[in-house]
């Protein structure tokens, strides 16, 4: 089986300061990995992916991703936070089924 | 390039009511599926295919139907609407590397409320 575990449904982060997203994940195979954003009203788009090339991943608007497999994490990280970052993030993993399974999600509050 | 897209944006349907949401994607990808969104349980898999002609379910199977008679298209029916149908659904494509899926490319979604 394959799952996917978000810490924290709700992170609250000032403008400025840093972004951290947590993400573990379980797979049975080596997997594939998978960070969504999904504004308002909007479906989900593709932040970043690793897809067993380089550990450290980076995506788009400044954020990036760091493949541990000793730790089955995948955090999301941006050093520095805007407004229009406030949205809820989603953790993905498609490992050996044919099946993407994705964490609750995360809302991220952004701070003036 | 639409990517995909579906169809209404938004519904409301009276318990026992069937409808078919609509999903067409125009990238050439074998692999469509079918998410429902509720508060807080995040995105979960309803029914999935893997090509023309192939089906499966997902977790969340009861109470739905899928087809998959040309790669394009991926239709939703719901055969008896209940209240707990009520949800945001999406469709999404995306290619298959081995047992391995890509990145999915998501539809804009399907608000639909059961009375």
């Known amino acids: 089986a394959q799952s996917v575990t978000q810490l924290g449904s709700h992170v609250s982060v000032s403008e400025g300061a840093l972004v951290l997203l947590r993400c573990n994940y379980s797979s049975s195979v080596p997997p594939y990995l998978f960070w969504y954003v999904q504004y308002p009203n909007q479906g989900l788009q593709l932040l970043l992916k690793?897809?067993?090339?380089?550990?450290l991943v980076k995506g788009i608007n400044g954020f990036e991703a760091e493949f541990k497999k000793s730790e089955t994490s995948f955090h999301l990280t941006k050093p520095s936070a805007h407004m229009s970052d406030a949205a809820e993030y989603f953790c993905a993993v498609s490992g050996g089924y044919q099946k993407v399974t994705f964490g609750t999600g995360t809302k991220l509050q952004v701070i003036p | 390039n639409a990517g995909v897209t579906q169809t209404p944006k938004f519904q409301v349907l009276k318990t026992g009511q069937s409808m078919t949401l609509q999903c067409a994607q125009d990238?050439?990808?074998?692999?469509m599926s079918w998410y429902r969104q509720d508060p807080g349980m995040g995105l979960r898999l309803i029914h999935y295919?893997?090509?023309?002609?192939?089906?499966d379910q997902g977790e969340v199977p009861n109470g739905y139907n899928v087809s998959r008679s040309t790669t394009e298209d991926f239709p939703l029916r719901l055969l008896s609407a209940a209240p707990s149908q009520t949800s945001v659904y999406f469709c999404?494509?995306?290619?298959?590397?081995?047992?391995?899926?890509?990145?999915?490319?998501f539809g804009q979604g399907t608000r639909l409320t059961v009375v």
């Open positions: 990238m050439n990808h074998e692999y």
């Open positions: 295919s893997v090509g023309a002609g192939i089906t």
């Open positions: 999404a494509s995306s290619l298959v590397s081995g047992t391995r899926n890509t990145e999915a490319f």
């Open positions: 690793y897809t067993s090339a380089a550990t």
